[in-house]
């Protein structure tokens, strides 16, 4: 049940991060392209039922855990048990909603309202928030970390996905300037670098009671290393490709394979996070 929770988690993190940050960065990185928004028009539709499938797995896998039988996550009774009586279940069910409503508006002539996408988009991303680590704490304390969380989410969402939509650029890039777009990517990026680093460093500190969770190589803080490793990678890569920015267009096939890297390098992260997740944090003292 747990590798299934895993697998379930990592496929609903990573779409729905993915999709937010690819409409925030669309009119950041490309002007008028209608080919890259029938590209992205798509693949959206896609992502947002992958999403909502992940979605109710997860809903499901939750009530089998909870019941402690396979049989208790189809039977109605028990999931309005769950939906209505638990804190995950009543964030969940506005997840749910809100995740049909996504869904529902990719099917209808409104998909192409950009700023109606990024905000139910950016509502799937808050609810995620509550339903990990994030519900720990009681009161403020609680509140706090909550929105700590929702800020750290955002800054993975706008990069990952951000990275996704630069992909898609590099691979038919229709006469555009790549280091234009390359600069826009990375001005916007020290910012959610920043943001992810400090909010994943309160994260850890709130929740093990130390700056880094002990013993280093086992449990909790070993796959916390590997997802720092994994980030540290990714930041590696874009400063090369930063450093480098001035001949981009001669290396065309490089960048493109780097950032492809740097994209899979995210999706390792976030899977590492969707193990985290079904993990007690270690708490020091």
Known sequence: MTSAMVLCRF?????????FGAWVFRPLLSGRDPALDRRLARVAPWLAAV??????GWLLLITASMAGSWDAAFDPSTLR???RKTFFGQVWSWHLLLNVLLVTLLLTPLRSNLPLRITL????????????HGAMLDGLSGQLLILNQI????????WLGGLMLLVMILRQPAGQPVSAI?????????????????????NVRVLT?????????????????IKVVLVVMMLGLALFNRLRINDCEQRLATLKTSVILEWMLGMGAVAAVSLLGTMPPMITG
């Open 182 to 202: 390359l600069q826009r990517f990375s001005g916007v990026g020290y910012g959610l670098v920043a943001g992810l680093l400090l909010s994943g460093l309160i």
């Open 151 to 158: 800020v750290h989410l955002i800054c993975v969402g706008a």
């Open 209 to 225: 009671g130390a700056f880094w969770p002990t013993p280093l190589l086992s449990g909790f803080a070993f796959i916390l290393l």
């Open 121 to 132: 988009s950016g509502l799937l991303v808050a609810t995620l928030a509550p339903v990990g």
């Open 51 to 56: 999403a909502l499938v992940s979605g109710v």
């Open 11 to 19: 496929l609903h993190f990573t779409v729905v991060l993915m999709l």
């Open 81 to 83: 048990l769950v939906l």
